[in-house]
């Protein structure tokens, strides 16, 4: 029987293990591609399908070419944990940028508090409080409307409403599931009617390929 130096023994297993290195780096290469498992973009035949249902309570709905990356908007959550847009990836989301002071806003809330209500697990309503004095007003705007489906966020700063390029509350934006604009809408909106989840499932109820 032959005798395997020590020497070749080790730089045999080193070889091996190399190997195998190589072979998960491979492999993890593979499962790591950019874009394999990233959301998928709207398509142009979906956005242009839409325009007949802007009507009635969204008639003032702007469609985007889908080109547009939404702003990776900062805002903390009512224990003032930071969250990002970039969270909601994957769902298609509608942001609203509001404050309790904002007169239209105050009827609005209610109205998107039902719709995150009926269409939870298809949207997310992303209300982002504007009010530069603090969590406090917002928790009560919400206690006194019994507001229960929407989530408490602010934006103390005002940042999110200048990256969106908002110049008045209330303005409510679509974002698809790959992060880019789907539409956006200046004013409030009955977001609770027929033709608005008319609209809004006419995106979260498309499945690619049918």
């Not at 509608?94 to 309790?100: E, K, S």
């Not at 007169?103 to 992303?126: F, H, I, N, W, Y």
């Not at 008045?168 to 956006?184: E, N």
Request: include cysteine; glycine fraction near 8%; charged fraction near 20%.
């Amino acid at each position: 029987m032959a005798t395997v130096h020590p020497e070749r023994k080790s730089r045999a297993a080193w070889i091996i293990v190399a190997a195998a290195a190589v072979s998960l780096g491979a492999i993890a290469g593979v499962m790591l591609l950019p874009g394999r498992n990233a959301p998928q973009a709207v398509p142009s035949a979906l956005l242009e399908s839409a325009r007949p249902l802007i009507t009635g309570s969204v008639a003032n709905f702007i469609l985007s070419p889908g080109t547009e990356p939404a702003p990776d908007v900062a805002f903390t959550d009512k224990a003032g944990n930071p969250h990002r847009l970039s969270e909601f990836r994957g769902h298609y989301v509608l942001v609203n940028i509001w404050a309790t002071w904002c007169v239209p806003c105050k009827t609005e809330m209610p109205a998107l508090d039902a719709l995150q209500a009926e269409m939870s697990g298809r949207l997310v309503v992303l209300a982002i409080s504007q009010d530069r004095t603090g969590i406090a007003d917002v928790k009560k705007f919400f206690e006194r409307n019994s507001l229960l489906a929407l989530t408490i966020y602010l934006d103390q700063q005002g940042r999110s409403q200048r990256e969106f390029a908002v110049t008045g509350l209330p303005a409510t934006i679509l974002v698809g599931p790959d992060g880019r604009v789907v539409g956006r809408m200046a004013g409030p909106a009955a977001w609770d009617s027929p033709e608005a989840e008319a609209l809004l499932r006419h995106f979260t109820d498309y499945v690619a390929g049918t």
